[in-house]
């Protein structure tokens, strides 16, 4: 029978064998000042493959981290093997601040974001003008979603042989989003691909679109030849395309400094997320002018003190016009 009280000794007490060793745990985790530097370029099933010093290494996200998910783009750093050789893993221990974040929503109904990518300096909105036929809202809530993660915008029409852009230019005129059409023989012959570097030379741009606006062909384009993308093709009949890019990928620009971030073409652009707040911040002309709004003022009510604001000359009327649309891109949906 077992003893307890003043004449209980050692053999009385039975002890957990602790699983892990004899070692005193410990809420102090170390600081890995020695880890190394390195960019995500692709996430596939909890492998994430890394660029650090020149190499690509695959590693995975260390326990410590919890349930933070580092996404392509992000700065980490890296400890353990980081030799790049064929078996070989390595541990992600810290993602760096981010600069910016693209993010989307499934639908503005789903509460769970997804981040795209992190640290993009510019989002190029690629829109086919036919075949499929151009989808504004969706456009528009890109537009929205960079404004908010601190991305410039980029408008790339493409197919210009199949219809001219006069339409979607004269809509998105007064956001003063800089843009390039291209048609698929300017594609062919490298003519486009040429004028769209010049808008990304020393930076990180991620490229969205629709499926079958030829988003990754033209990536393609931009990126050295053995880094490139299987492509897939439109149905001439629906104008809908296969889904040729499953995943984000981060690809370095051929011939100058700078990356391209293929991303899986998207049948929706969820804005659950966004404060429509913050949207206002894209529109430094009209900012002065929300001083007078009443407070939680939706921007497109009575009392608004922006049409005021226009009318004595300090904005655009296009400006405002332009502003109220994209607010309204969570009240509608894509197909509107």
């Known amino acids: 029978m077992r003893r307890y ?12 064998p602790n699983r892990r060793g004899n070692r005193p745990r410990t809420h102090i985790r170390p600081k890995h000042e020695d880890a190394a530097e390195g960019m995500v370029l692709t996430v596939d099933r909890g492998r994430l493959t890394c ?6 290494v695959l590693a995975m996200k260390a326990r410590e981290l919890g349930r933070k998910a580092a996404v392509v783009g992000d700065r980490v750093a890296l400890v353990g093997d980081l030799s790049g050789k064929k078996d070989t893993l390595a ?5 760096e601040e981010r600069a910016s974040v693209l993010r989307r929503t499934a639908d503005d109904d789903d509460p769970y974001e997804r981040v795209v990518v992190a640290n993009a300096d510019q989002l190029a909105i690629v829109t086919a003008l ?10 528009d809530r890109c537009l ?3 404004y908010d993660g601190g991305l410039s915008p980029l408008l790339v029409m493409t197919k210009s042989d199949l219809a001219p852009p006069d339409q979607l230019l004269d809509l998105y005129g007064a956001l003063d989003i800089p843009y390039v059409v291209t048609s698929r023989a300017e594609l062919e012959a490298g003519d486009a691909a040429d004028r769209v570097r010049e808008h990304l030379d020393g930076r990180v741009t991620a490229f969205v679109g629709h499926s079958g606006v030829g988003k990754t062909t033209l990536v393609n384009a931009l990126v050295p030849e053995e880094l490139r993308r299987v492509t897939g093709h439109v149905n001439a ?3 809908r395309g296969r889904h040729t890019t499953t995943s984000a990928l981060a690809l370095p620009l051929s011939g100058a400094g700078g990356w391209v971030v293929d991303t899986p073409g998207v049948r929706s652009f969820g804005l659950a997320h966004i404060d429509p707040s913050r949207v ?9 002018g929300t001083e007078g709004c009443p407070r939680a003022c939706s921007h497109d ?10 009318a004595e000359g300090h904005a655009d009327p296009a400006r405002l016009y332009s502003l109220r649309r994209l607010l309204a891109t969570r009240e509608r949906t894509e197909g509107d």
């Open 5 to 16: 009280g003043k004449h209980t000794d050692e053999d009385d007490i039975r002890s957990r």
């Open 51 to 56: 660029l650090v010093d020149g190499r690509t």
């Open 91 to 95: 541990r992600i221990v810290r993602i």
């Open 130 to 139: 036919a075949d499929p036929e151009p989808r504004p809202r969706l456009i």
């Open 144 to 146: 929205v979603a960079a």
């Open 237 to 239: 009949v629906t104008g």
């Open 280 to 288: 206002i911040h894209a529109f430094p002309d009209l900012e002065p």
């Open 301 to 310: 009510e009575p009392d608004c003190a922006l049409d005021e604001w226009v």
